[in-house]
């Protein structure tokens, strides 16, 4: 069934099925198992103590605490899944199923408000974004010769991680530096694994590939449970990751459909800033420890569309564009694009300068 070939509406209609069984699977499993008798402060302060960035109402006693934040992540279940469908190589596989755990992970921390469920959130997000990287990688690992890029996409690419370097460690100090360093090596180490199986050693994929891009999951989980890195900081530091393999892709390829891929990267763009706009506007601001609280620009605890919800959706997207245009590059066409145009870009490396 996965990998199959199907024309976009029936892969649509089979995606969202299974993406909704599953997460109302999730959604029945959580009502029995879930006890909450809990009963939530009514006022500004007493929210912010419960969850300071986001500001749905809390349900008193609810078997869903926040009933809008959870059923919104069924946009991040309903991506892997469509993924799913499509990909056939072991990196866009692992990454759609980690989609797939995002929304059950996400959903068990709206749902319950507990701090464990949080820490698996937090940590499944991370490891998501760290997969994509992952993807990005094995993509560009099918060049002609992935290193022979233009000395101009070189400079660009160190530019952006002095620029990286600098902002996180005057910002975060030698942790920060630390964590830029981390990723980066972790991530050049993947790169350097799919350019091993792709040129040399095809088989390892069946043995090395599983167990790395697992490792990555797990990354993840350290990141939030035992090295406790500022969040705000590993989303900047993968961020500028993602958009240096993107110059390497981009440098990789010998001809390019400018237009339609100026726009792919711009409605990606502006999904993803949407989505930020949703998020940073939502919860609670306190300036000094035991002051007053404020509703940030977006709060609005009994609105009925809530912040925090809509950048559960428009961040799903962002992820499932983002993998579509990625897949639009892979040589050997294996995974396939769920929403942009099928047109591929040529990728055989024509280095100048």
């Not at 969202?16 to 997460?23: E, H, I, K, M, R």
């Not at 190589?89 to 068990?108: E, K």
């Not at 990606?268 to 998020?279: E, Y």
Request: proline letters at 4%.
């Amino acid at each position: 069934m996965f990998g199959m070939v199907l024309d976009r509406p029936k892969m649509w209609i089979l995606g969202g099925s299974l993406a909704l069984l599953v997460f109302f699977a999730f959604l029945a499993v959580l009502n029995i198992a879930h006890r909450n008798a809990t009963e939530y402060a009514p006022d500004d302060q007493g929210l912010y103590q419960v969850h300071s960035d986001q500001c749905e109402r809390p349900i008193d006693r609810g078997r869903i605490v926040e009933l809008h934040n959870t059923l919104s992540n069924v946009g991040y279940a309903l991506a892997g899944m469509l993924i799913l469908l499509q990909a056939v190589s072991w990196s866009g596989r692992i990454f759609a199923v980690n989609l797939i755990v995002l929304s059950v992970m996400s959903g068990a921390y709206h749902a319950t408000l507990e701090s464990g469920p949080q820490e698996l959130d937090v940590a499944w997000v991370y490891g998501v974004l760290l997969l994509l990287s992952a993807y990005a990688s094995s993509v560009h690992a099918q060049a002609d010769r992935p290193l022979a890029v233009s000395r101009w996409v070189w400079l660009g690419i160190a530019v952006i991680w002095v620029i990286l370097a600098l902002v996180i460690g005057l910002s975060y100090g030698w942790p920060g530096l630390l964590a830029v360093a981390t990723l980066t090596l972790t991530l050049g180490a993947v790169w350097g694994l799919y350019v091993l199986m792709e040129k040399e050693a095809p088989w390892l994929k069946w043995i090395l590939a599983p167990v790395f891009l697992l490792g990555l999951t797990f990354l993840g989980y350290e990141i939030k449970h035992s090295f406790r890195w500022n969040s705000n900081a590993v989303f900047g530091i993968v961020t500028a990751l993602l958009v240096i393999q993107m110059f390497l892709v981009l440098g990789s390829a010998g001809k390019l459909n400018w237009r339609p891929l100026a726009c792919e990267l711009l409605l990606i763009g502006g999904v993803l800033i949407a989505g930020l706009v949703f998020r940073l506007g939502d919860g609670y601001s306190q300036e000094v420890e035991d002051g007053p609280v404020t509703r940030n620009l977006l709060c609005a605890p009994d609105f009925p569309v809530q912040p925090h919800a809509l950048w559960h959706l428009l961040s799903a997207l962002a992820l499932l564009l983002s993998y579509d245009l990625f897949s639009k590059f892979g040589a050997k066409k294996m995974d396939r694009p769920v929403i942009l145009p099928e047109e591929r870009n040529e990728l055989t490396t024509t280095a100048k300068g």
